[in-house]
């Protein structure tokens, strides 16, 4: 056990603080699911990959740097830290780039994985429909076999597209053998947004933003090579991606020391009149943060040297989307009145924490509820029976 | 000992209860975010006049009912149940009795006739209370300055909106300087007096929150029963029926709270601030854990703007914070039950 | 609504509060649930009776004083306030009278009630059995017809006989045909613990008191006239206890504002150096027993009024059994280190608490699990589906 | 930086394990309970000596394996998960050392080989410490007085007991008085050395915690496995199922916590207080709430004195009470993280 940074470590994160210090904007960007706010978290997504800090731990052919997954943590921890931009192109780095680089073909990943490591290509999931949320199986999107093309027809509906109405791509499952049934007969597919056949449709957020997009898809060809993994095989090339969505991968533990950090700041501005009890909630909250990191240094040591993050994925989600919520219940609390100003215009600290709090709110819905995450726990970490 | 109703109190909360089903839906409450409108709907202002809620706690000599909180408290919490965004409390609950207490016969001659008849609006600004809500529509603002109350027409006073998560809630800073000329009382008996409308527009809030958090539940408990994953309605599952189980709990035992704390702010007042503080903290709590149980069961479709849900959601968030969060009436219980 | 007491309530109080002013032992008995605790009791249990003070709310006949719901809340109140002992003859007068009442003969009442109320007769509960807790439609234990000597023979094994190990009858259901299931088919019979082929083996409970017994029954016979409502309606019969179980009548107020006002002043002992954070969670606690007054005078009104106890006894039963943990948890995190005290043989007034908190844990578990008290919850009075 | 624990650690995890899944069963622990008799077994401590588990911190010099906290804290939780009744916290994880630390080289050579060798029992007694636990078993007792170090032999001190729940657990009162022959060490120095005598106290037992916490989980997923009612086992339950994860999770998240204690005890002792304090506050939260999930899950039965729940159970309510409890160790976190 050694709990200190090796000199490598240490020299990569100076060097990702010193272009962080030197290049994130200082004003915050407007929210990237708004229309202009994406197209400057675009420009921003461009700066990082010239730089090779858009994807550290990919491939340098791909725009990466090698990184180790320890380094990728240090970075995603300077990231937040200096109060970097929201990553616009996450749901395709974090959600597709694992999928692709496990079942991709190397025409696919030369093609595609570059354009949205450099944001010129950007991706939204196409996983909900209208039937199919936590039961991800119960999706009636289709696919058609068009031998004529050499393709597919996709029709259907997908819901909950993050930014899809500001995106040029989508991934996502559909039904391709209509006799199977829940699990079987899907196929995995890179579908461009801009294709005839596709609508997309802005649904706002609890927040106000149009952070969602319904797509509607009618008759959509997509060639053969934008079909990912084997066809009909769409369900265990799609696990990859769920898996490393609870995974780690999405949620660093620098998102979350940065918001204690803040939590703390908030606190010692109006500690004299605080409340001693909201005083244990907050030393609670950054205690978690920190807990939540040690937690991740033990998975990350544990995949490093070549274990897996399996079912206890969901441990980890039930624990960072819960403290989220209770961080920032904390912060309301701590700004009593102003705890309902809206951060859309507010000047004041409240709103930001406002607007957080909606956003951490859906922690434990998105990526299969918590309760569902529960069962995964009880049921195949613990070993009790389904029914 | 009789801890219940009278049936002319379960009538006119039903009567009220019938008037909102039919003049306060869901549209109505989201006409009320228009951030282009000023939010408020004169008819369903003048309703609610014609019923007497207005000018509820109006003395009769000057055209109201003359009644107390006991009377107001459930036509309060159908006023939650329906998400109304007029400024019922402002003005009917707390600025209507605090004229009726502390300003002189000519002052009440002239404002409580019109609050009660629907066509004077007042709004309430009082120590630590950064913001005023509904000043914008305020035809008399209620100013508390130290030991002193005043009161200026909107035309005596300066505004600067502020947004609240809550679009249908229209909340300002307001700056305005005190004179002799707009002092409507002064010294202990305007403090205390001061003092009751605070509690009251706690005790306003609390029973509005145990509307919105029944509401909260009851839309919940629909959506579970058609919602189908896994083949199955989601209602069906334990976890689910947990969440709102947990809810109801809450929201069954923050009720008797709210009611006693009316009932001592009408009949044994030196018990009120204790009292109120409680039905405070409790109704915040109950409200906003049916606010968590409501989205957590909605699941997506309950984040999503269009849907209805929102609307109550986000007034419970104001209204927790407003007059006083739970964590702040706990403390005030506490210094008077433990000593500070 | 007027929540002030009348005069004749007030003047009940008063007498109430004189009587056990006067009669309450200042040392506290030893406890109930060892065999000379349970004499002691027992004593005590007569005394009420002959100041009439045991089952006030029942008729004058049967030794009670006719006393108004209200009027035995507020004697509930005043019992607790006055640190009486604890009720051995609690669950014959709470579970098994209001059945009697509702569904005895009249020569069952004047047999059994004065004899119950006078704790000459003390009454185990025989519900549960090892595979039947909280599905009490499991129970297996039978009961078989003998016409020649006019009866049945009970056949089977009851567990959880709270203070079996003393009392001298136990009431409970048996299986009388064979053919029907589940919740069909069943007969509630009133059994003496004295009677030939009984065995009682004292089963000691978590804080080492013998408060439990099981049963072993072998051929025991039960003459008609201890047969409590129709034969094989029993399951009908002993809802009516299980409702007031979980009702009111075993929880009185009176007993949990008691505990808030220990808990106060353990507070205030400590002030000085108690943790802020544990004010906030006495101030809770205080404010939790109130709250649970305030439902139940709501419900008593109710009640007195004609309506009835249905499922929101549910509600209730989680209310307080979950307030009296919490009520106990924070006690103990002010007692600090002194919390592992055992009241056994402590004076420190930390075991006290301990023991207390052993208690509490139960409250929980019987009487109906809290898990299944929230399906109630949900299923009857939310009315979401069942499966 | 890497978190995990050498191969050499997690095998001597895997011999202590077999050694007490051997020597301390449930009726071992029991047994530990009888009142007419000491509760302790001289065998076990015996067996845990000869494997190195008693001498593990004393210095090799001295005849033990002069390891660290990181090397004990695996070792500790197995001690947790067997609800070992022996000594080995006080003995070995805090006495030893801070003999070790504080003693001149007679004392040290006088004791540290016989603590190493199993044939001498240390009991500690700390500042604001009321109870010292087995002192009825110690041969040294080191006590503290102020800035000062003490340490009398049994006979020295007068001893009187004190009843836990847990009654495998010895507590005493110990009256004594100190004097300069008496003293084995006094000033700044001896007041650093009592302090890390206090976390290595807090940290064994948190570590032990974690142990307890596992076999309540343990013991209870077996038990819903094959506990039927309505038909099913009520571990497909979902209820249960939740009752159960969100053990889990919290004990999950404790153990790196306590791994880091001991990491910075012995590699970052200026962190040591932050650390210890966050990881004895995650141990006992997790060990408590482990214990209610355990017993709601178990019903009546769990409640029962002959079943060995409540050995654990019991153990867990001392430990989570002794060293400091969650919110007193919060409440110094708070401290250093937010001043004071």
Same mark, same amino acid.
Not at chain 1, 53 to 59: C, D, I, K, Q
Not at chain 1, 84 to 89: E, F, K
């Given at each position: 056990m050694d709990l200190d940074y090796s000199p490598s470590e240490q020299a990569f994160r100076r060097e990702a603080r010193a272009w962080l210090q030197a290049n994130v904007p200082k004003n915050p960007l407007p929210s990237g699911d708004t229309a202009e706010g994406f197209a400057l978290h675009r420009k921003w997504e461009k700066k990082l990959y010239d730089a090779r800090?858009?994807?550290?731990?990919? %491939?340098e052919r791909y725009g990466g740097r090698e990184a180790t997954l320890m380094e990728w943590l240090i970075f995603e921890e300077e990231y937040y830290r200096a109060g970097? %931009?929201? @990553?616009?192109?996450q749901n395709g780095i974090f959600l597709l780039a694992p999928t692709l680089f496990e079942f991709g073909t190397d025409e696919q990943k030369d093609r595609i994985l570059p354009r949205m490591a450099s944001g010129e290509d950007l991706w939204a999931q196409g996983w909900s429909e209208p039937n199919a949320g936590?039961? $991800?199986?119960?999706i009636k999107s289709t696919a058609t076999r068009d031998d004529a093309r050499g393709g597919f027809r996709l029709n259907g509906q997908k819901t909950w597209c993050t930014r899809g109405a500001f995106c040029d791509f989508m991934f996502g499952l559909f @039904?391709?053998? %209509?006799?199977?049934?829940r699990h079987r007969g899907m196929t995995y597919f890179l579908v461009s $947004?801009?294709? %005839?056949?596709i609508t997309v449709r802005p649904v706002g957020r609890l927040d106000g933003d149009a952070g969602f997009a319904e797509v509607f898809l009618e008759d959509v060809f997509v060639p053969d090579r934008d079909v990912l993994g084997a066809v009909h095989d769409g369900w265990n090339v799609a696990m990859a991606t769920t898996s490393s969505e609870r995974g780690l991968t999405l949620r660093s533990p620098g998102r979350f020391l940065a918001a204690a950090a803040r939590l703390v700041e908030l606190y010692c501005q109006a500690k004299d009149h605080a409340d001693p009890v909201l005083r244990d909630h907050v030393v609670k909250a950054w205690m978690d943060a920190e807990a939540y990191q040690l937690y991740t240094l033990q998975t990350v040591t544990r995949v490093m040297e070549g274990g897996a993050i399996g079912a206890e994925s969901s441990i980890n989600k039930i624990f960072w989307s819960e403290m989220d919520v209770r961080t920032h219940e904390t912060a309301l609390a701590l700004l009593g009145e102003r705890a309902e100003l809206d951060g859309g215009t507010s000047a004041e600290a409240g709103g930001a924490w406002m607007k957080g709090y909606q956003f951490a709110l859906a922690g434990p819905i998105y990526a299969g509820t918590n309760e569902i995450q529960r069962n995964v726990i009880a049921e195949r970490v613990l070993g009790l029976p389904r029914r | 000992m009789r801890f219940a109703f009278s049936d002319d109190q379960k009538l006119f909360r039903d009567t009220v209860r019938a008037l909102l089903e039919k003049e306060c839906t869901a549209d109505v409450v989201r006409r009320a975010w228009a951030a282009d409108t000023d939010g408020r709907s004169p008819a369903l202002w003048n309703h609610l006049a014609e019923l007497g809620v207005v000018g509820l706690a109006v003395p009769e000599a000057h055209g109201g009912l003359g009644l107390s909180e006991i009377d107001f408290v459930l036509l309060l919490e159908e006023s939650g149940r329906a998400a109304l965004a007029e400024p019922i409390v402002e003005t009917g609950v707390v600025g209507a009795p605090l004229i009726a207490e502390s300003a002189n016969d000519e002052l009440c001659a002239a404002w409580l006739p019109r609050v009660a008849a629907g066509q004077a609006r007042l709004a309430v600004g009082l120590e630590h209370a950064t913001f005023v809500t509904d000043a914008h529509m305020a035809d008399l603002l209620l100013l508390q300055h130290g030991d002193e109350l005043h009161a200026l027409p909107r035309e005596g006073v300066k505004l600067a909106a502020e947004d609240s998560v809550d679009g249908a809630r229209r909340l300002f800073r307001v700056a305005w300087s005190p004179s002799p000329a707009t002092r409507v009382a002064a010294g202990p008996a305007a403090r205390a007096a001061l003092g009751r409308a605070f509690d009251r527009g706690a005790l306003g809030v609390s029973a509005m929150l145990l509307g919105l958090a029944r509401h909260l539940i009851d839309t919940t408990v629909e959506y579970v029963k058609v919602r189908k994953q896994f083949g199955s309605a989601i209602g069906s599952f334990q976890a689910v029926k947990h969440h709102l189980a947990d809810a109801l709990v809450k929201l069954e035992f923050a009720r008797p709270v709210v009611y006693r704390a009316a009932y001592s702010m009408s009949r044994a007042p030196e018990a009120g601030p204790l009292h109120v503080s409680m039905a405070k903290a409790y109704a915040s709590d109950a409200a906003l854990l049916a606010a968590r149980a409501a989205l957590q069961c909605h699941g997506a479709i309950g984040y999503s703007?269009?849907?209805?849900?929102h609307l109550w959601m986000k007034r419970v968030w104001a209204l927790a914070a407003a007059w006083g969060d739970a964590s702040w009436h706990r403390a005030r219980v506490g210094n008077l039950v433990l000593g500070s």
């Open positions: 800090w858009a994807v550290v731990s990919w %491939p970097g %931009p929201q @990553r616009i192109a936590s039961d $991800l199986a119960g @039904r391709s053998d %209509p006799a199977a049934e $947004l801009s294709a %005839p056949g | 703007y269009e849907h209805d849900l």
